[in-house]
């Protein structure tokens, strides 16, 4: 939590002062609780390799009225086994080995639902021994509402820009850069912490309003050792940070969505139009399936200076680290991290990307963030020959993010050449 002052106190506050929401963040957690379980273990078990996979052994667990599950592992031991994951509402499956279930820090994706079905599978033609234990469960509840829009209407329209994400339970809103790691950025009071799973191409929400998780195609586990973050309040707010690969699917997010944002060099110029995509919640009268769905609107820039971008764009709980884009360019000029807007005037707010420390944090990326020594060197092998620059070709061939070797939003002869030159400069 980012305080421990009381709702009488935050009152006060904010009647003293006259400026009820002026600094009021945005992220928005998911309400669930945490299910302690026993039981649910598979003791170490003996396989025989066998011509075709075996289930060594299954169970059922589950929340009554739970909205979304995540299951959490004890002493689990795969060797070359897998843990499938499957919910019974959508049939939505996830598997993971001993690699990627440490990637989940021991951790499922989130499954839609109340219940899901573990299987702790034996693949073809091996023996060896492996064990399961589930030990938790984090189980979703239902939401409460809340908002602040600039004058009386939301005027966000469904959207669907690849490059826009959410996380849970933190339920901000994440977004692709075009770095060198192919990263991500989120607010800074939104920073990952145990638990969270950055997820992409979410569904609308149920007729009722809850909710629905991504498909664990597009559920990506975070590493820690590549967040850093600011939470300083406004023009102070960032996080910049990264994500192993999908355990199913193999590809990092920027593939899979095939686009990323680049970024400002300088701060909009005033009254120019500001657009933010993200996962707000809703209320009445706004259809309830738009609830946490993916949103934009556009509106104009007010008053930016500093490090703090101002517009009368619509934003609302869960925008947190929603891009705050230039209509004109494109271009990502700041994140998303404070309300302001009020009926008869304020501004939304977030921290502009010229921002020194956000700067430094882009300038010196860690964990899976961090560029390759060899960035020609596209194949892994330690050095650069003829398999690289294939490699490459193929990437461009495919229009595949990898060959992006001049960040600008799109595969063209600059990135060919830019590859040239990496490759000429050897390792």
């Not at 705050?324 to 005037?345: R, S």
């Amino acid at each position: 939590m980012r305080n421990t002052l009381t709702t009488a106190t935050l009152l006060a506050i904010a009647a003293s002062t006259a400026i009820v929401g002026a600094q009021e963040i945005q992220p928005d957690p998911a309400p669930y609780r945490t299910i302690a379980l026993e039981g649910d273990a598979s003791g170490v078990i003996a396989f025989d390799a066998r011509d075709q996979e075996q289930v060594l052994y299954s169970t059922i667990v589950g929340a009554e009225g739970a909205t979304w599950l995540r299951a959490g592992f004890g002493e689990t031991q795969l060797g070359r086994a897998t843990l499938r994951i499957t919910s019974l509402r959508d049939g939505h499956q996830q598997r993971l080995d001993r690699v990627t279930i440490a990637q989940w820090q021991h951790q499922s994706a989130v499954f839609n639902g109340d219940a899901v079905f573990v299987e702790l599978v034996a693949p073809a033609g091996v023996a060896g021994r492996a064990s399961v234990e589930i030990v938790s469960l984090m189980a979703g509840e239902p939401d409460a509402p809340g908002e602040t829009i600039c004058d009386v209407v939301d005027d966000r329209q469904l959207s669907t820009d690849p490059r826009v994400g959410r996380y849970w339970p933190a339920r901000c809103t994440v977004w692709l850069i075009d770095d060198c790691g192919r990263c991500l950025i989120t607010a800074g009071h939104c920073a990952p912490n145990s638990g969270s799973v950055v997820e992409f191409n979410a569904p609308i929400s149920t007729p009722s309003g809850t909710p629905v998780a991504a498909a664990p195609e597009d559920q990506y586990p975070i590493d820690f050792t590549s967040v850093q973050s600011v939470n300083g309040g406004v023009g102070n707010d960032y996080c910049y940070f990264g994500v192993f690969p999908n355990s199913n699917t193999g590809l990092h997010p920027a593939d899979a969505q095939g686009a990323t944002f680049s970024l400002a060099s300088s701060l909009p110029t005033p009254g120019e139009t500001i657009r933010i995509t993200g996962h707000g919640i809703t209320s009445s009268p706004v259809d309830p399936t738009y609830y946490r769905a993916q949103k934009t609107h556009s509106g104009p820039e007010r008053g930016s200076s500093g490090t703090t971008v101002r517009y009368r764009t619509d934003t609302t709980s869960g925008n947190s680290g929603s891009p705050v884009i230039q209509e004109a360019t494109g271009l990502a000029l700041g994140v998303h991290t404070h309300a302001g807007c009020t009926n008869g005037g304020g501004a939304n707010q977030g921290t502009a990307i010229v921002h020194s420390g956000f700067q430094a944090a882009l300038a010196n990326p860690r964990g899976v963030c961090a560029c390759p020594d060899c960035p020609a060197d596209l194949t892994g092998e330690g050095d650069i020959n003829t398999n690289d620059f294939f490699q490459f070709l193929a990437y461009y061939d495919a229009q595949d993010s990898r060959a992006d070797f001049e960040p600008g939003g799109g595969i063209n002869t600059n990135d060919f050449f830019a590859y040239l030159a990496a490759y000429q400069a050897g390792c």
